[in-house]
C-alpha cells in the first residue's frame, strides 16, 4: 500500500484559503488519493477524492501533480469550523483503508 | 439511505473485564467493514476488517477480537482488557465492488480502562 507524508500541523488565518500538502510518492497507476477530516470527538468525514484530474466539490478542491506523487487540498475561505485534522489517504484496490497521523490544521480568528 | 450505528458511545471498564462494541449498518448489502482504534491524540489504527459474514482480517496482534456473525453486523471483544485498551473505537463501512468507493464512519466509543 502507498504511504503518505503530511506535515503534522498549519495554522490558517480565518477567511484566507488552507493549502495542505500531501506526498504519495510510492502511488501506483490505480490508486485514489482521498481526503478525510476528524473533527475531536467525533468519526472522520469524507472531504473529496480524485485520481489523476484535479478534482472540486461543494467543500474543497484537490490538485493532483502530473506525476501523482503529491497532492494538494484546498479550502478556498477557512472558517473557524474547519478546524480539525486532515488525513490524506491512497485508496488501492483492495480493502484495506490505512490512515496516517495526518495534518491538524488550526483556523485563527 | 445508507447508515452506520455503533454503541455504547462511552464506557468505562475495569482492568481484566470483557469488553463487547457492537456495530450495524442499514440500507446497504455486503458492504466491507472495518474496526479502528484511536489512542489520544494520535492517529487512526486499522484493528479489523470483514469482507464477508464470519470473514476477519487482523491487522495488530492484541487481546481484540471481531466477530460478523451477519452481514451487516460487526462485534469487536475482548476477554480481559488492559489499560492501554482505552480510545476511542471506530466502525466503518465501503460498499462493494466499486474502484473509487468512499469509507464512512459511525459516531465513534469511548472507552476508558480504569
Known amino acids: 500500500d502507498a504511504k503518505t507524508t503530511q506535515p503534522p500541523s498549519m495554522d490558517c488565518a480565518e477567511g484566507r484559503a488552507a493549502n495542505l500538502p500531501c506526498n504519495h510518492s510510492?502511488?501506483?497507476?490505480?490508486?485514489?488519493v482521498y481526503w478525510y477530516r476528524q473533527i475531536h470527538s467525533q468519526g472522520p468525514q469524507y472531504i473529496i477524492h480524485?485520481?489523476?484530474n484535479n478534482e472540486t466539490n461543494e467543500m474543497a478542491s484537490l490538485i493532483i501533480t502530473e506525476d501523482r506523487k503529491s497532492s494538494t487540498l484546498i479550502l478556498p475561505h477557512a472558517t473557524l469550523r474547519d478546524t480539525a485534522v486532515y488525513y490524506c489517504i491512497v485508496r488501492p484496490r483492495g480493502y484495506k483503508y490505512i490512515f496516517g497521523t495526518g495534518t491538524r490544521l488550526k483556523v485563527l480568528a | 439511505s445508507q447508515t452506520i450505528h455503533q454503541w455504547p458511545a462511552t464506557l468505562v471498564q475495569p482492568v481484566g473485564s470483557p469488553l463487547s462494541l457492537e456495530c450495524t449498518v442499514e440500507g446497504t448489502s455486503n458492504p466491507n467493514l472495518y474496526w479502528y482504534r484511536q489512542a489520544a491524540g494520535r492517529g487512526l489504527q486499522l484493528l479489523f476488517y470483514s469482507v464477508g459474514i464470519g470473514q476477519i482480517s487482523s491487522e495488530v496482534p492484541q487481546n481484540l477480537s471481531a466477530s460478523r456473525p451477519q452481514d451487516r453486523q460487526f462485534i469487536l471483544s475482548s476477554k480481559k482488557l488492559l489499560l492501554s485498551d482505552s480510545g476511542f473505537y471506530l466502525c466503518?463501512?465501503?460498499?462493494?465492488?466499486?474502484?473509487?468507493?468512499?469509507?464512512?464512519f459511525g459516531e465513534g466509543s469511548w472507552l476508558t480502562v480504569v
Open positions: 480524485g485520481l489523476k
Open positions: 510510492t502511488i501506483s497507476g490505480n490508486e485514489y
Open positions: 466503518a463501512w465501503i460498499g462493494q465492488g466499486l474502484a473509487g468507493n468512499t469509507i464512512y
